[in-house]
């Protein structure tokens, strides 16, 4: 596909040059230019920063008649549209939010024979809920005007992934409808049952698909476990690092933000907050000043993120546990698309996952959406979707509690992309390490762990069995006649630290359950270890043991 003999190649490179004022092509964009002019169905994948637009909007350009973009959000849609305008290529949007009239001028535009939008960008809800778009669509096709549909942040079709979102589930009508039409599909993220999940729902034929290396070079992974000091060490960190350069701090709840902001602010840094249920105007409006440098820091839920464009963001903090790997890679790419030395920072503590837990089960996360607050799709959907956001949530969990391997090979591996961690050059907290690491197995440790939980009747937490198991004489422990089990202190010889890594790995691998309990007199959160039998024979049965490289590794 990276020909030069194709008969628009010509044209690419002037139109590249002259009205995108790009001097070169980046790494895929001719080869996706050039498969979907030839009118196959193509699925790109490229990090964020990559430049997917380019690869839809020069076809657009010089292909006659008029190329259907489906976006998710109404403000990135209308940032794309301004730049569009901005280099002179006719463009447009409709969104049920418009004016009628308005709606109207571009309908009748449409219709006309001379219609002059290259492009027209569409919410994937104005496809799955308005009849009229899709009349208009079929006239467009019927009068071969109808050039190309291109599918943005495709990822959103699975449920499989991150960022589910339900109207793009109704976008296979698409294909049904005009089944000769090129589609292209674009993500900055997905795994490979993601890929297949959007292939198959959008129904693409013979798809071709491009992706690229996910590792990002120049940012800097690190995982610091999270303690009372936390927003201490956090000023610290950018006082020593960052001073004044702008960064994001990912924060879990709408309240985390504010109080993190707030502690910011009294130790002298420029920041401000930014979740869902501030009014639009006040959103923006941070934004603004974050994208002017008036402050320099926001601490946001993911609500904040799609669609930002600054490329000079050089610190990406996680105050909190991001619910998926896949999310935090793309909360992670928010820096450093200058390519410039950029730092990623999460903070981890296992507690926060039974928060995150609690939240997801409770449906109260909120979405990297600009316009839809909290988002209960998890209580309505509850079951198969409840499942996967559990089971992402646990390797994010594991992600955090490795701490031998390259946190880029462990995101790599995520999205099924084989790297060489050498190349890794000691820019993640786990290279810098000098890893001298034995093998061990520690079957018999997850044997005894399983056994403790029994033993105390399946009714604590956590922390409480590991403190059981490593022979504490807490007053806890005194008081539920602990002690007397026979494993109390079976653990000694272990640290806490791996004596903890064996215990979450038990609960990764669903051999141990956590539940969330709800504590009556204050409203927090807790969470009881269960034992899950059918899990738990192949342990003791199946002859398969474990091993400390299975604990550490994804
Ligand atoms: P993505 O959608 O993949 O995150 P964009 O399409 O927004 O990325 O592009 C990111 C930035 O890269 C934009 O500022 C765009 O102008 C720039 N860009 C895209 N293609 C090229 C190119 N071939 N040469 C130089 N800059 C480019
Ligand atoms: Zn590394």
């Given at each position: 596909w990276s020909s030069l003999d194709f008969p628009w190649t010509k044209k690419l490179e002037v139109n590249n040059k002259k009205v995108f004022g790009n001097h070169s092509f980046r790494p895929n964009q001719r080869e996706v230019i050039n498969a979907t002019m030839s009118g196959c169905d193509v699925f790109v994948l490229m990090p964020t920063g990559g430049g997917k637009s380019l690869t839809y909007q020069l076809p657009a350009l010089i292909c006659p008649g008029i190329t259907l973009v489906i976006s998710p959000l109404v403000s990135l849609i209308q940032d794309q549209i301004m730049h569009l305008l901005q280099a002179n290529i006719p463009a447009s949007y409709l969104s049920a939010n418009m004016e009628w009239t308005e709606q109207q001028d571009i309908l009748r535009e449409l219709n006309?024979?001379?219609?002059?939008?290259?492009l027209l960008y569409v919410t994937p809800e104005k496809v799955a809920r308005s009849d009229a778009l899709l009349r208009q669509l079929e006239s467009l096709h019927i009068r071969d005007l109808l050039a190309r549909i291109v599918i943005d942040e495709a990822h959103c079709v699975s449920q499989w992934g991150h960022d589910f979102r339900?109207?793009?589930?109704?976008?296979g009508i698409l294909k049904q409808k005009f089944p000769n039409t090129p589609v292209l599909a674009l993500t900055a993220t997905a795994t490979a049952s993601v890929k297949e999940d959007v292939v198959q729902a959008l129904g693409l034929v013979n798809c071709i698909v491009f992706r690229q290396s996910f590792n990002r070079p120049n940012l800097r992974y690190s995982v610091v476990p999270k303690t009372k000091k936390c927003l201490e060490e956090i000023d610290k960190f950018i006082r020593e690092n960052h001073f004044d350069e702008c960064g994001i701090i990912y924060c879990l709840s709408r309240m985390d933000c504010e109080k993190v902001s707030e502690k910011l602010q009294e130790c002298g840094h420029k920041s401000a907050f930014y979740h869902g249920s501030m009014d639009p105007a006040q959103r923006a409006y941070v934004q603004k000043q974050w994208s002017k440098d008036e402050i320099n820091i926001i601490c946001a839920t993911?609500?904040?993120?799609?669609?930002?464009?600054?490329?000079?963001?050089r610190f990406v903090i996680h105050h909190s546990l991001p619910k998926s790997i896949e999310g935090y890679h793309q909360e992670c790419g928010r820096a450093g698309r200058d390519g410039l030395h950029s730092s990623c920072v999460l903070y981890y503590s296992y507690s926060d996952y039974i928060r995150v837990k609690h939240m997801l089960s409770q449906g109260v996360m909120e979405q990297n959406?600009?316009?839809?607050?909290?988002?209960?799709s998890n209580t309505t959907n509850s079951g198969r979707i409840l499942e996967t956001n559990t089971e992402n949530l646990l390797r994010m969990v594991s992600y955090c509690e490795n701490d031998v391997d390259c946190r880029r090979l462990l995101q790599l591996v995520h999205f099924g992309e084989k790297f060489d961690?050498?190349?890794?050059?000691?820019?993640c907290d786990n290279c810098l390490k000098i890893t001298s690491f034995i093998e061990k197995d520690v079957t018999e440790i997850a044997k005894q762990l399983v056994e403790l939980v029994k033993l105390t009747g399946q009714k604590f937490s956590s922390s409480h069995v590991l403190e059981v198991y490593r022979g504490s004489l807490s007053q806890m422990i005194k008081k539920q006649r602990h002690e007397t089990v026979h494993l109390h202190g079976a653990g000694k010889h272990l640290s806490k630290g791996e004596a903890s890594r064996v215990l979450h790995h038990l609960v990764v691998e669903d051999i141990l359950k956590e539940e969330v309990k709800k504590s009556d007199v204050y409203g927090s959160v807790s969470s009881i270890l269960k034992v899950n039998e059918p899990k738990v024979r192949n342990l003791f049965f199946g002859g398969q043991g474990i091993n400390m490289s299975d604990v550490l590794n994804l």
């Open positions: 006309s024979d001379h219609c002059k939008y290259k339900p109207d793009y589930q109704g976008l993911v609500a904040f993120g799609m669609g930002i464009n600054k490329p000079d963001v959406t600009m316009t839809s607050g909290y988002s209960r961690s050498s190349t890794c050059q000691k820019t």
